[in-house]
């Protein structure tokens, strides 16, 4: 059964996957790979709040 894919923001100063910083998108990398991007500061799981 295929993993199914969760929303991640970029938040760090560089591209993760192509996806620039400030940007949301849906990968299904493992969850060890979410979490190690997660802690170095670069994703963080979830669509970006809205401002407003």
Do not use: C
């Not at 970029?10 to 949301?24: C, D, I, L, Q």
Request: no cysteine; hydrophobic share 25%; net charge negative.
């Amino acid at each position: 059964m295929p993993k199914k894919k969760q929303e991640y923001t970029v938040v760090g100063n560089h591209a993760v996957f192509g996806n620039e910083p400030g940007s949301t998108f849906s990968s299904d990398m493992s969850d060890e790979d979410a979490q190690r991007l997660i802690d170095g500061g670069h994703l963080a799981g979830g669509k970006r709040p809205q401002e407003g």
